[in-house]
C-alpha cells in the first residue's frame, strides 16, 4: 500500500518597493504686447483774458502760464492749431463781427520739460492759425513730460465789446 503524502509549498513573495520621486513640471510661454500709446492733458484751466484799459488794446494782454501734460511710450511731437480762423462773437452788436485768430491770438512756450525743442519760434509771441503748426520736436518718451504756453491776445480797437471766442488745439503724435 501506498502512502500518499501530499507537501504543500508556501512560497511567500516580497516585494521591494523602489522609491521614485513623484514631480512633474510644465512651461509656458508669455508674450507682452506693448503698443504705441500717447496721451495729452490740459492741467490748466480754460483761458479769460479781459480788456480793461485803452492800452492794452493796442499793445494786448498776456495770459497766465497755461500747463499740458504729455504721457507717451515713444518720442513725440506736439502741434497747435485753432479749430476756426475766425473767434466766435457773443454780444449786442448785429450783425456779429468778425475777428481773425491770424495776428490776433499770439502764442509763446514759457517752459518746456519734455525733452524735446520748441519749434517755428515759439519761444516768443508767434501767431496762431486754424492751420497746424509744429509746437514742440523731438520731445522724449516718459509719464510726466509737462510744457506750459502763455497767450498774447492784440485785437486792436475796431472791434465793438463783446465775448469773442476760439478754441485752441494740441496735438501730440508719435512720429
Given at each position: 500500500m501506498r502512502k500518499l503524502?501530499?507537501?504543500?509549498?508556501?512560497?511567500?513573495?516580497?516585494q521591494t518597493a523602489i522609491a521614485q520621486s513623484a514631480t512633474s513640471s510644465a512651461s509656458q510661454t508669455i508674450k507682452?504686447?506693448?503698443?504705441?500709446?500717447?496721451?495729452?492733458?490740459?492741467?490748466?484751466?480754460n483761458v479769460n483774458m479781459g480788456f480793461n484799459n485803452i492800452g492794452q488794446?493796442?499793445?494786448?494782454?498776456?495770459?497766465?502760464?497755461?500747463?499740458?501734460?504729455?504721457?507717451?511710450?515713444k518720442k513725440f511731437v506736439v502741434s497747435v492749431r485753432t479749430d476756426a480762423s475766425s473767434f466766435s462773437y457773443t454780444g449786442n452788436t448785429y450783425p456779429a463781427p468778425t475777428m481773425?485768430?491770424?495776428?490776433?491770438?499770439?502764442?509763446?512756450?514759457?517752459?518746456?520739460?519734455t525733452g524735446g525743442t520748441v519749434a517755428n519760434s515759439f519761444d516768443s509771441y508767434k501767431s496762431l492759425s486754424n492751420t497746424p503748426q509744429d509746437l514742440l520736436l523731438n520731445c522724449?518718451?516718459?509719464?510726466?513730460?509737462?510744457f506750459a504756453v502763455n497767450y498774447k491776445a492784440t485785437p486792436g480797437t475796431s472791434y465793438p465789446a463783446g465775448d469773442y471766442i476760439i478754441g485752441v488745439v494740441y496735438t501730440a503724435t508719435q512720429p
Open positions: 503524502f501530499t507537501i504543500i509549498l508556501v512560497i511567500t513573495a516580497t507682452i504686447t506693448i503698443e504705441p500709446i500717447i496721451k495729452i492733458s490740459a492741467l490748466s484751466e488794446y493796442s499793445s494786448g494782454v498776456v495770459s497766465s502760464n497755461n500747463k499740458f501734460q504729455v504721457q507717451s511710450n481773425p485768430v491770424n495776428n490776433t491770438l499770439h502764442l509763446a512756450v514759457a517752459s518746456n520739460n522724449k518718451n516718459g509719464g510726466d513730460q509737462v
